[in-house]
Each structure stands twice: as C-alpha cells, then as structure tokens.
C-alpha cells in the first residue's frame, strides 16, 4: 500500500526515488551495527536490571522515603532555553510555603555567574546550590537525595536526562514546546508545563513535594515507559520495523 503524508491525500510511492541494491546494503549493514552495538551498552546505560531494581524500590516504599524537599536540574548551563533561571524564581517564590526547600543545579556553563547573580537578588542564593560537574558515583547519590527533578527546557531535541531521572525513581516537572513533551507524557509519568508560565511551575512543584504517592506513582510510570520505549529492547524493535518497512518499500517500488 502507498505511504501517504499526514494530512495529505497523494501517495508518497510516485515521489520516491527507487532505492539502489547499494542503499539496501548499506542499510542491512547498520542494522547489524547497531545491535552489535547493543550487546556491548544500553541505550543511555539504562541496562534491563537498573530499571527493574528501581522499579522493585519503588514498589517497596523507596521513593516514599524520601523526606527531603530537594529537587534537582541536569544541564548545561550554556543555553538559557534550560530554563534554569526560571526554577530560580519559583524556588524563591516556594520558599516560605516549603520548609527545608533546596534546588541542586548539577552542570557547568557560561550562564553560570548571572544565574548566581539571580539566586542573589531573590535572596535565595542559600538553598540554590550550584554543584558543578561532578563524578558519575556524586550523582547518583544526588538522585537519590532530591524527589522531583525538573527541566521545563524550551529546546530539547529529546531528553535523555529525563529517562535518567526516570531511572533514579524521580517524577519529572517539563516544558511542552519541545520534544519533552514526546518522552514525558502529560499527568502520567511526568508534569508537562509551559516554560515560560512561573505561577504554573511553582504550582507544579508544590504539588510534587506534598504529594508523595503522586510522585511515585509518576516515577513508576516513567520506569515502564523506559522499559516499552526507551530500553535496549524497545531500540532493537524499532530498529527492525524501520528496516523492514524499507523492505517493504523497495519491494513496492519493484512492482
């Protein structure tokens, strides 16, 4: 049957070019690449087990036990479309609402003097905690430390620190002008915001702190959705339907 474009009624067949015995190789050959690949690393070293050992924390209560009102950003502080300073002002405006409220901002960048400069003026530069670049073993104890992570970033091309998080048994606070909104899905795994809405992250924020079922029960959806989308497995899947959909093009090509 011919491919179609969204939203169109014309056959895409007519315009492709017929692919070359060369192409078709080339493809079969990075089929095999890239699950050779997978048998030596996980896509984002999110391995099988790491997922089902937090998911078997979760279920016993782990996430829960978390106490502390701590949430956490992973980023380059290069790129103000992080929205970074954004948290910022939401920390200070929570501050009084969320006792032992603190914000660990873990990465490098060139925003990294005038983002201090801001914790400064809104008198939050105590509980704001620039940690820098820091060893794999640092931050995971700094996962494990915080209960919510949030990223509402305006210009993700995917988001792998969201899976990572996802990992480390956290829910995850994310921007919807992006392609965020294509890995953190909406009220399920995760709280899909407009970066640029204050009053609605702030909001969002509390909600996840004083919620701690809710937080939970959205990182545990988070690790299912790594698990059916985003693990070796899934990759290795996908794989073999876009290859065999190219097939199946050429095949229809040749009729």
């Known amino acids: ?78 790129e103000a479309y992080k929205g970074i300073a954004q948290v910022i002002c939401a920390v200070a405006r929570l501050r009084a609402t969320v006792l032992g409220l603190r914000y660990d901002i873990i990465g490098r960048g060139l925003l990294e003097p005038s983002l201090k400069a801001l914790a400064r003026a809104l008198r939050v530069e105590d509980i704001v905690h620039f940690r820098g670049e820091i060893s794999e073993t640092d ?10 992570f949030v990223l509402p970033s305006a210009k993700e091309g995917f988001g792998i620190v969201f899976l990572e998080a996802w990992k480390q048994g956290l829910a995850i606070i ?19 915001i407009d970066p640029a809405d204050i009053d609605t992250l702030s909001s969002s924020i509390l909600r996840l702190l004083q919620d701690q079922a809710l937080a939970t029960q959205m990182a545990k959806q988070g690790l299912e959705r790594v698990r059916s989308h985003f693990s070796g497995a899934a990759f290795e899947q996908t794989l073999h339907h876009i290859m065999d959909e190219m097939s199946a093009i050429r095949r229809t090509a040749d009729k």
Do not use: F, H
Request: charged fraction near 20%; include cysteine; charge should be positive.
């Open 1 to 78: 049957m011919p491919y179609r474009l969204r939203g169109s009624a014309q056959p895409v067949r007519p315009y492709l070019p017929r692919p070359s015995a060369d192409a078709y190789s080339a493809a079969s050959s990075v089929r095999y690449w890239a699950l050779g690949r997978l048998q030596s690393r996980q896509p984002c070293g999110l391995g099988a087990s790491d997922v089902d050992d937090t998911a078997t924390k979760l279920s016993n209560g782990a996430a829960i036990a978390r106490s502390s009102n701590t949430i956490i950003s992973v980023a380059r502080l290069d």
């Open 139 to 148: 931050l995971t104890a700094a996962y494990k430390r915080a209960s919510v």
């Open 174 to 192: 994310c921007g919807n002008v992006d392609a965020s909104q294509e890995v953190v899905i909406n009220g399920e795994c995760g709280i899909v």
